[in-house]
């Protein structure tokens, strides 16, 4: 069983050869913002780069609407994909957009004293956002810099209507982490990355920076857009009219998973979370456990955080049948006392003298 557990370094583009861009099927097509196969300029910082432009599929995708779009994503940041909504919207698009509450206030109108209070990796997103809005680098917000460059605010300015997970009545379930979106009711945009320069493309503060590895899927299937709807409908209730009959967290009902045919591909679908007082098999993590199990030859993972130890059992159950397992995890959380990485390479360390159940 290999684990990489380090970051990833950057290189130089022109310096490597290229290869090929892979066929995309027909139904499916995938984009990834770090492969080696294309180029692209980046809008904000304006480095050319490797990768797919991820925030240009987005926007295009945003301005072929005719109809309508829905946006479910834990963050939106990206002016140029607030631009494209606002526009849509006042074109006579229908636009709606769900958020988590975390990420629902535009970093523009935080207080000196509420940023000072910011812990620091919410301090490090309020720096990058004020370097991603203030265009003259004067290190001072104008009201056109700001009505120009906060997404949110481009939103709220354009009337686009917006909820977040405290649509529902509560104080935010913390777990409105959707990245998709759904144009004219017939094609679906699912991604792996919030709208936020750090999601995409990298960070100001950072120049050599290339953003979180992520991916983007272009899917056109009914089927798919129909379950997507569902889940895109059930948070948003009402919309912001007031009513708590939103959805979110662990007020959903369970739903099980969905499998859908396009072409020679079977794709299932299953909308977390659940409550713990349901079986685990029934969980999202239940199927990724039942489909690792189906394994014959490789099991190839690209995780940000690793924490399920019962996914660990089924992965060292796995391998010790003879399939080769590969597994990628980011850095920052490979190494905490809870990944399931060490775990796999027989390491465990202890948070406040106690170790995991179950670990190796």
């Not at 861009?21 to 770090?34: I, M, R, S």
């Not at 009402?238 to 079977?266: A, H, I, W, Y």
């Not at 014959?296 to 159950?317: G, K, P």
């Amino acid at each position: 069983m290999a684990l990489n557990l380090l970051g990833c370094q950057q290189l130089d583009a022109q310096k490597l050869e290229r290869p090929d861009p892979l066929p995309q099927d027909t139904f499916v097509e995938a984009y990834f913002n770090h492969t080696q196969s294309t180029d692209y300029q980046e809008p904000y910082r304006g480095l050319k780069r490797s990768g797919d432009d991820l925030e240009k599929l987005i926007v295009d995708a945003i301005a072929s609407a005719q109809s309508t779009v829905d946006v479910a994503v834990q963050e939106l940041r990206l002016p140029k994909i607030a631009q494209a909504l606002a526009e849509r919207h006042q074109a006579g698009v229908k636009v709606r957009v769900i958020l988590e509450n975390n990420y629902s206030r535009p970093w523009s109108e935080l207080t000196k004293a509420e940023i000072t209070k910011l812990p620091s990796r919410e301090r490090g997103k309020y720096d990058e956002a004020v370097k991603l809005i203030d265009r003259n680098n004067d290190t001072q917000l104008s009201p056109t810099e700001i009505n120009q460059g906060d997404a949110l605010v481009i939103l709220r300015n354009a009337g686009v209507p917006i909820i977040d997970d405290t649509a529902d009545g509560s104080k935010g379930s913390g777990l409105m982490h959707h990245k998709f979106l759904v144009i004219d009711g017939r094609r679906l945009l699912v991604t792996s990355a919030n709208f936020t320069t750090s999601g995409i493309h990298g960070d100001f503060a950072a120049p050599n920076s290339r953003g979180n590895a992520n991916n983007l899927l272009k899917i056109e299937s009914s089927e798919l857009v129909t379950a997507f709807t569902q889940e895109f409908n059930l948070m948003w209730g009402d919309g912001p009219s007031g009513k708590p009959d939103s959805r979110f967290g662990l007020k959903k009902s369970l739903r099980p998973p969905q499998q859908v045919k396009l072409g020679n591909t079977t794709i299932s679908v299953q909308f977390s979370p659940i409550s713990p007082t349901q079986p685990w098999s029934q969980s999202s993590n239940g199927l990724i456990s039942k489909t690792l199990t189906t394994a014959n030859q490789s099991i190839d993972l690209a995780l940000f955080v690793f924490s399920e130890q019962r996914l660990a059992d089924t992965l060292a159950i796995t391998h010790q049948r003879g399939v080769q397992i590969r597994t990628l995890i980011d850095p920052s959380f490979a190494y905490r006392y809870y990944s399931e990485g060490l775990d796999l390479m027989g390491v465990a360390l202890s948070n406040k003298c106690q170790y995991e159940a179950d670990n190796r």
